[in-house]
C-alpha cells in the first residue's frame, strides 16, 4: 500500500528566510509525486509534479523539490519566503500501481512571520 | 475557462437528511473524484470515476454514493447524513488520471 509522511505538522518561519518542508512516501514502484497548496477556505493548487526525469522540478511562486529515491523523499524548497506563503502544504503520492489514485499526506502548515 | 466548480458552497443538514453535492469541470477531463478533508487527517478519496460511465469505490465509500452523469459532471450523495460526514468535500478532476484539479469545497455540517 502506498503512504506519505509529513512529518512536521507546523512550521513557523521568518519572511526572507528558506524553507524546506519534509516529505517521504511508500510506493511500490517509480512514484509520481505532487505538492498541492491550500490557503485557508480555499482548494487545492498544485505547485510542482514529478513523473520521470530530471530529479529536481520547478514549480509555481518559486517553489522546487528534489525527488531522492534512495531516501524516499520529495522535500519541498524555497530560498526566501514571502507572507503570502502561509498556507498549508500537502505531499501526494500515486502512479500505474494504484490506478493512479493518490494519496495524501496529512499536510504541513506554514506560519511566516513578518 | 471555470476549472472545477461546487455547489453549494456551505450546507447544514440535520442527521438523516439526504443531499446531493454537485461537482462540472470544463476542462474536458476524463476522470473525476470525490475527497472528504477532516482536521489533522488530510484528504481522503470517497469514490472516483475513471472515464464517464464508471465508478469505483475509495478510501472511505461508506454513506455515500456517487452518479458520473456525463463527461462534465460527477455528483456525490449522502443518503441519510450522520454528524461524522460533517466534513470539508472537495471535487477533483483529471486527464487520464494524471494531475489532478481541484475545485473550491464544500463545506458540511450536519447536525
Known amino acids: 500500500a502506498q503512504s506519505v509522511t509529513q512529518p512536521d505538522i507546523h512550521i513557523t518561519v521568518s519572511e526572507g528566510a528558506s524553507l524546506e518542508l519534509r516529505c517521504n512516501y511508500s510506493?511500490?514502484?517509480?512514484?509520481?509525486l505532487f505538492w498541492y497548496v491550500q490557503s485557508p477556505g480555499q482548494g487545492l493548487q498544485l505547485l510542482l509534479k514529478?513523473?520521470?526525469?530530471?530529479?529536481l522540478v520547478q514549480g509555481i511562486k518559486g517553489f522546487e523539490a528534489e525527488f531522492k529515491r534512495s531516501q524516499s523523499s520529495f522535500n519541498l524548497r524555497k530560498p526566501s519566503v514571502h507572507w503570502s506563503d502561509a498556507a498549508e502544504y500537502f505531499c501526494a503520492v500515486g502512479g500505474p500501481l494504484s490506478s493512479y489514485q493518490l494519496t495524501f499526506g496529512k499536510g504541513t502548515k506554514l506560519s511566516v512571520i513578518p | 475557462n471555470a476549472g472545477v466548480t461546487q455547489t453549494p458552497k456551505f450546507q447544514v443538514l440535520k442527521t438523516g437528511q439526504s443531499m446531493t453535492l454537485q461537482c462540472a469541470q470544463d476542462?474536458?477531463?476524463?476522470?473525476m473524484y470525490w475527497y472528504r478533508q477532516d482536521p489533522g487527517m488530510g484528504l481522503r478519496l470517497i469514490y472516483y470515476s475513471a472515464s464517464e460511465g464508471t465508478t469505483d469505490k475509495g478510501e472511505v465509500p461508506n454513506g455515500y454514493n456517487v452518479s458520473r452523469l456525463n463527461k462534465r459532471e460527477f455528483s456525490l450523495r449522502l443518503e441519510s447524513a450522520a454528524p461524522s460526514q460533517t466534513s470539508v468535500y472537495f471535487c477533483?478532476?483529471?486527464?487520464?488520471?494524471?494531475?489532478?484539479?481541484f475545485g473550491p469545497g464544500t463545506r458540511l455540517l450536519v447536525l
Open positions: 476542462m474536458n477531463h476524463n476522470s
Open positions: 514529478y513523473f520521470s526525469g530530471d530529479t
Open positions: 477533483a478532476s483529471s486527464e487520464n488520471l494524471e494531475t489532478q484539479y
Open positions: 510506493y511500490g514502484a517509480t512514484p509520481y
